[in-house]
Nanobody
Framework: QVQLVESGGGLVQAGDSLRLSCAAS????????MGWFRQAPGKEREFVAT????????YYSASVKGRFAISRDNAKNTVYLQMNSLKPEDTAVYYC??????????????????WGQGTQVTVSS
């Protein structure tokens, strides 16, 4: 498995932007499908975005499509989540996740084998 550490969360106002980073350990980072999920208080963890090993294929939840962008830098073992036009409903703990295997647009958290500790994003109105 790969170890993941998120950073970049914080308190912002509606309409602001944030960029989350997720640093991964291990030599095989480039082989992993990477994803971002989030969990708001009292709610289940939900899919945000995924990206394939090369960064060419990305997939987003309907609630963030057009506002968020996932990317990766395999040379730096890092995946990013650029979040623009933030809304109060984006408030959640954001988790980075990794899994092996082929990319298949899955949005199920259970298939991801490695998780970071999460970073809090709070958007005030």
């Amino acid at each position: 498995q790969v170890q993941l550490v998120e950073s970049g969360g914080g308190l912002v106002q509606a309409g602001d932007s944030l960029r989350l980073s997720c640093a991964a350990s291990g030599r095989t980072f480039s082989s992993y499908v990477m994803g971002w999920f989030r969990q708001a208080p009292g709610k289940e963890r939900e899919f945000v975005a995924t990206i394939n090993w090369s960064g060419v294929i990305t997939y987003y939840s309907a609630s963030v499509k057009g506002r968020f962008a996932i990317s990766r830098d395999n040379a730096k073992n890092t995946v990013y989540l650029q979040m623009n036009s933030l809304k109060p409903e984006d408030t959640a703990v954001y988790y980075c996740a990794a899994r092996g295997g082929s990319y298949d647009y899955t949005t199920t958290a259970a298939v991801f084998s490695s998780w970071g500790q999460g970073t809090q994003v709070t958007v005030s109105s």
